[in-house]
């Protein structure tokens, strides 16, 4: 079970009152080896494929009426994948399009690539930086991320998206420490909201916070 606890920088709407909502994967394409992922547990058991945009449009019908649209972190990260702009192009189209919220690493693409997403994003919406550290520790669990690549887009971002932009930051043993660094950081990156995790059991057991109680890190946030 996850633990957590939202630092609130403004004010962030609730995304868990959708009474019709769509969770979903938008490939199978990750950059990233995060040990406690089943992708990396049965890595090579994935076919690498993107979601196919007819069957998009299935589960986003009109008729359906959906309120929100999740694009999960759980197999894969959605910027990855090769099919997204062609569904945010479609999701356009529609006359009541459903709220988006987005959950990525944000490693791995430049600024012009931002810079597009942002223009398939309206205010209403939130992009989640699923980031556990700082720069000299993000990558031990985030294995593959790259720093200065998830700063770019997080900074372009902030400049062309006035929506919700929030940080997730899962607590393990080698980053705890770094937690209020990570909430000071978040304010001068103009972020919406901070968000502190502990891990589940999927936490590869030398992760496992062990030097301080769950309390106590909370007891260092301000």
């Known amino acids: 079970m996850y633990e957590g606890l939202n630092t609130n920088f403004s004010h962030v709407d609730s995304w868990g009152n ?20 089943n992708r990396t547990q049965t890595r090579g058991q ?37 099919t997204l702009f062609e569904q945010l192009e479609y999701l356009l189209t529609l006359k009541q399009r459903p709220q988006l919220h987005f959950s990525t690493n944000g490693s791995g693409r430049n600024e012009q690539w931002w810079k597009q997403f942002a223009t398939y994003l309206q205010n209403t919406d939130m992009v989640e930086f699923a980031i556990d550290g700082l720069k000299d520790t993000n990558h031990i669990y985030r294995v593959n991320a790259k720093w200065e690549s998830i700063l770019l887009g997080i900074r372009t971002l902030r400049k062309h998206f006035n929506g919700k932009i929030t940080w997730r930051y899962l607590v393990f043993e080698h ?15 103009n972020l919406d909201n901070f968000n502190v995790i502990l891990g589940d059991d999927r936490t590869p057991k030398e992760m496992i916070l062990s030097s301080k109680t769950w309390k106590q890190v909370l007891n260092d946030l301000s």
Not at 69 to 76: D, E, G, R, V, W
Not at 175 to 189: C, G, M, P, R, S
């Open 46 to 82: 994935f076919a690498i494929t993107d979601l196919d945009i007819e069957n998009f449009k299935l589960l986003v019908k009109p008729e359906n009426n959906l309120q929100g649209l999740t694009y999960n972190m759980a197999l894969s990260d959605p910027i990855y994948s090769g």
């Open 18 to 37: 959708w009474r019709r909502r769509v969770n979903l994967e938008a490939s199978t394409r990750c950059n990233l080896l995060c040990p406690g992922c």
């Open 175 to 189: 980053n705890y420490h770094q937690v209020a660094q990570a909430q000071q950081f978040a304010t001068e990156l």
